[in-house]
């Protein structure tokens, strides 16, 4: 071609392209189809329905009211009607929702196959497995709970003791320990806060405010006795080492050092008694020898605390009408028995124990269904006790275990020996409703329904001031191929022959409701808690002495002191972290995947490390990488670090996100009641 | 700066006590919920993480023991005079005259984000990515939000949403929708806190408790002397959260007029 021809043709080629809509139409298109986004998920409406029930996800029993729109749950939110939060929600209880459709959820029964993976299997042949591993293991088989208020534990025991077993566990929890000091001191029920009607209440190390107890009413007697536009009837003050989220809002914060908080009470209980409190008490002169070396002095070198901040808060005891002093650990549990003893001890000394306002001692609960193991022997089985034995031989496993929403090997410190336990266990079955660590590594794994999809209940949870119990009904289908576990035990023991008194889940409820009074039927209507006013009197009551004493014989962690800092936001171990709860993990506790360790400027100086410094935090138990960040809030000498983190199971919003502060942490004994102990650990800051 | 503060007769604003916040997050979860904000999987670096409502932590500035904390929640605070309204070049955004919300259109943000600049309280989001609701998470969205694509700015409003759907019920009911109670509109965060630290209503109705609590001796607004008028304020009996409130000099006290320069 000439080159006059060529340019002619370029020209036309030019001429035609633009004459023609090609251009404009792929303009268009480009900028249609990168700006209309046809996955963006489309509404889909319907009539909407609020039904009241209860969280089973939250440990503190938050009332709640789902949403449904055309079937579907779409939310939770709090219920306004229940007096028990008038309508305040836990961040945990407000996941709820979500949690039922998480990539993380165990929608069919699955079996480990030889290579290690899992495959798909019926619920007939899931079945079929369950019957032949129970008959072949007989008694050797062990259960562990993760729900430590609902009547269905009852249920499992049953099935439990139906077999010749009585090894049954609890996830930790503080309500043991509590239970523990609870009896020891002569309570015959359960130790009750009852908080409404105190006018000044100390709380040692409890992060009442966030995950002690039951955390949506706490907050709702803070809100009620902290009127923004009137005076406070209530004084509320905090003994921890770190403003945590009770500290920030509470009329004083008391510093005290991790793990010392048995001291602390004890300081308190010698100033009480040199003040010429409890003359009349039986035992008082036994005790005032025990708290003789607890001295200001001491308090100040062990417990790090300010002493003008000490006599306020001695003198506010001595002058408050219904003062309450109560007692717990930073992680919401492991920390023993002493300093919830000492606690008591302080109320007997005020003169309150047993009176409004202080604590209160709640019937014991009562068994629904005969072959069940009484509450006090249920919950004094000690798992650590159990696992550390099985792992150093001194034990023989049990053949057969069964988990039901619970994760102990995430759950609990390494030397606890949980994972060597369960190595040594021939076979495991898991109840879970999300793929968690321990359901990780279990022969079968069976998918349970969710709180909002099945019946179930939650019966006076650990901090309650009163009697209580809320019906948790379902709110929709399960979803999947999830089945309420109850109903699949009480399944297998009638396929086993074995008489466990019941016939569904409902009509154990139905059996709960009506051995504390309440109508079943008018409680599944309305969705509120029925309460009542039962409780023991306090004459059997005695000063603790020589356990008390050999209890504060254990070990006080000395140097860097390691504080867990636990918030439900984060989700539970059984859980995961939620998929909305990414947004509340602040910059201070997660940077990207690493943990963060918040330490003040003079612990800083003194380890020689900066802000945003990558160190490691190592323990003889383990370590975890973390970031520095400096916040005055905390005590010198103190790093804290946020649990609830470091899962490797679940879905995208709870893997690879920074590391499991219980990798550091190690178990005790504690000295006298044989409790564990793991929330008082030191730790080191290595550099590099 | 431009414009002048629009005056409606209702006023939804919010009041929040900082005293009785205990930053835990069940307003910003709820929010979420209430909202369709789509999940995200790392939400650490905050400028990138959708937080319609954010939690910030306060410090008095003072070292061990004499250290303070406080939480601060921020949603986006609807200001009088609104600085998003006026960069706006499509009119995406705008002070909406029956109760004073701040509106975002997102069908008709063009993602200019001028809006996030002039944002003096960074209470706005751009949507970098596409929203992603993995496995079955889209069941749980709620039917009175539409959900946002990539491309476009988004922001708390005050749960609108529920202030259309509460005078539709009043409506249904043959009764005033402009008169409704207080109880009737809540945004969810207000509904949610156990503290009862958020507070919600008519800063105009003498029978709404944000009325009283806002001319409150210890109520402050944030950077209040910019002039951009929030309907959000915030309640504390600490001077020294009411300081961090506004860039106060060292010899000037809160509460007091703005000073001439």
């Given at each position: 071609m000439e080159r006059r021809g060529f340019l002619k043709f370029a020209l036309g080629g030019v001429v035609g392209a633009v004459a023609s809509p090609m251009i404009w139409t792929t303009l268009y298109d480009l900028a249609y189809w990168t700006q209309n986004?046809?996955?963006i998920p489309r509404l889909k409406k319907g009539d909407s329905e609020y039904i009241a029930t209860v969280s089973k996800i939250c440990p503190g029993g938050t009332p709640i009211l789902v949403r449904l729109v055309g079937g579907r749950v779409i939310r939770t939110l709090g219920n306004?009607?229940?007096?028990?939060?008038?309508?305040g929600l836990t961040p945990l209880a407000a996941s709820e929702g979500q949690l039922l459709y998480t990539?993380?959820?165990?929608?069919r029964p699955l079996l480990r196959a030889p290579d290690g993976g899992y495959r798909v299997i019926s619920w007939e042949k899931a079945e079929g497995i369950l019957k032949e591993k129970t008959r072949a293991a007989k008694e050797s088989c062990a259960f562990i709970s993760?729900?430590?208020?609902?009547?269905?534990n009852d249920l499992f025991s049953a099935f439990l003791v139906a077999n010749g077993s009585l090894d049954y566990f609890f996830m930790p929890n503080e309500q043991n320990a509590a239970e523990k000091a609870w009896e020891l001191m002569g309570g015959r029920g359960r130790v009750g806060y009852?908080?409404?009607?105190?006018?000044y209440v100390l709380s040692i190390g409890a992060n009442i405010m966030e995950s002690w107890g039951t955390v949506a009413r706490n907050r709702k007697i803070f809100k009620n006795t902290h009127p923004t536009d009137a005076e406070r009837t209530m004084t509320l003050v905090f003994a921890g080492a770190m403003q945590n989220n009770t500290a920030v809002v509470s009329d004083l914060w008391l510093p005290t050092l991790p793990g010392t908080e048995a001291i602390l009470g004890m300081g308190i209980c010698r100033e009480l008694v040199s003040r010429?409190?409890?003359?009349?008490?039986?035992g008082i002169e036994e005790f005032t020898k025990i708290v003789q070396p607890y001295t200001l002095e001491m308090l100040k070198l062990?417990?790090?605390?300010l002493p003008d901040r000490f006599h306020t808060i001695i003198e506010g005891l001595l002058q408050a009408k219904r003062p309450l002093v109560l007692a717990g650990s930073s992680m919401g549990h492991?920390?023993?028995a002493a300093p919830i003893m000492a606690a008591i001890a302080a109320n007997m000394l005020l003169g309150r124990?047993?009176?409004?306002g202080n604590m209160i001692d709640l019937p014991l609960p009562r068994k629904c269904l005969a072959l069940a193991q009484a509450y006090r022997r249920a919950h004094a089985n000690d798992l650590v006790d159990f696992s550390q034995k099985i792992a150093e031989g001194k034990k023989t496993a049990p053949k057969l275990l069964f988990l039901y929403e619970a994760n102990p090997l995430y759950a609990?410190?390494?030397?606890?020996r949980i994972q060597e336990c369960l190595d040594a266990i021939d076979y495991k079955i898991s109840f879970s409703g999300f793929w968690d660590e321990t359901s990780a590594q279990c022969d079968l794994v069976l998918p349970s329904a969710l709180g909002l999809e099945r019946f179930d209940d939650v019966y006076t949870?650990?901090?309650?001031?009163f009697e209580n119990w809320t019906l948790a009904k379902p709110v929709a289908e399960p979803r999947y191929?999830?089945?309420p576990a109850g109903e699949v035990i009480i399944a297998l023991a009638e396929e086993l022959g074995?008489?466990?008194?019941?016939?569904d889940v409902p009509s154990l409820l139905i059996s709960r409701a009506k051995d504390i009074g309440a109508d079943f039927q008018e409680y599944l209507e309305n969705g509120l808690t029925y309460r009542t006013s039962a409780r023991y009197d306090n004459d059997w009551f005695h000063l603790p002495s020589g356990i008390l004493r050999e209890a504060m014989t254990s070990k006080i962690e000395t140097g860097i002191r390691l504080l867990p800092h636990v918030v439900y936001?984060?989700?539970?171990p059984s859980t995961?972290?939620?998929?909305?709860?990414n947004r509340i993990i602040a910059d201070y506790q997660l940077k990207q995947n690493l943990t963060v360790a918040q330490m003040n400027t003079e612990t800083a100086r003194k380890l020689d490390v900066v802000h945003g410094e990558k160190v490691k935090l190592e323990t003889d138990n383990g370590s975890i990488d973390v970031v520095i960040a400096l916040f005055e809030g905390i005590m010198t000498g103190v790093v804290s670090v946020t649990a609830g983190?470091?899962?490797?199971?679940?879905d995208r919003y709870s893997i690879n996100k920074g590391d499991n502060i219980l990798n550091l942490t190690h178990v005790h004994i504690e000295a006298g009641t044989g409790l564990p102990i793991w929330s008082d650990s030191g730790v080191k800051v290595v550099k590099g | 700066m431009a414009g002048e503060i629009k005056e409606f007769e209702r006023k939804w604003g919010m009041v929040i006590d900082l005293d009785k916040?205990?930053?835990?997050?069940a307003c910003v979860m709820s929010c979420q919920a209430e909202n369709n904000v789509a999940p995200q999987d790392?939400?650490?670096n905050k400028l990138r993480a959708h937080t319609w409502l954010f939690i910030y932590r306060l410090s008095n500035?003072?070292?061990?023991?004499e250290h303070s904390t406080v939480y601060l929640p921020r949603p986006c605070?609807?200001?009088?005079?609104p600085t998003c309204v006026e960069v706006c070049p499509v009119i995406a955004t705008e002070k909406g005259e029956d109760g004073g919300i701040v509106s975002q259109v997102t069908p008709r943000?063009?993602?200019?984000?001028y809006c996030m600049a002039s944002c003096p309280y960074h209470a706005r989001y751009f949507n970098w990515f596409d929203p992603h609701w993995p496995g079955?998470?889209?069941?749980?969205?709620?039917?009175?939000v539409s959900t946002r694509p990539r491309g476009v700015v988004e922001k708390c409003t005050f749960c609108h949403h529920r202030w259309m759907l509460a005078k539709d019920k009043a409506i249904a009911n043959n009764e005033d929708p402009l008169a409704?109670?207080?109880?009737?509109y809540q945004t969810s965060c207000a509904e949610t806190c156990p503290n009862g630290a958020i507070y919600f209503g008519?800063?105009?109705?003498?029978?709404?408790k944000v009325h009283q609590l806002s001319q409150s001796p210890f109520a402050f607004r944030l950077l209040?002397?910019?002039?951009?008028?929030?309907q959000v304020y915030y309640l504390s009996k600490r001077e020294w959260v009411r300081r961090l409130g506004d860039n106060y000099l060292d010899d000037e006290k809160t509460g007091q007029p703005l000073r001439k320069l």
């Open positions: 986004w046809g996955w306004p009607a229940n007096d028990i939060s008038e309508g990539e993380s959820r165990i929608k993760g729900d430590a208020s609902s009547s269905l009852d908080l409404e009607k105190s006018d010429g409190m409890g003359k009349s008490l039986k062990e417990c790090g605390i492991g920390g023993g124990l047993g009176q409004d609990w410190p390494k030397n606890a949870p650990y901090g309650s001031g191929q999830a089945r074995l008489n466990l008194g019941v016939s936001g984060i989700g539970s995961g972290i939620p998929p909305y709860a983190l470091g899962h490797t199971e679940f | 916040c205990t930053g835990c997050g790392d939400a650490t500035g003072k070292q061990y023991p605070m609807q200001c009088g005079k943000c063009i993602g200019c984000r079955d998470l889209a069941e749980a969205l709620s039917p009175d409704i109670a207080e109880s009737e008519d800063l105009k109705n003498p029978d709404h209040e002397r910019l002039g951009t008028e929030p």
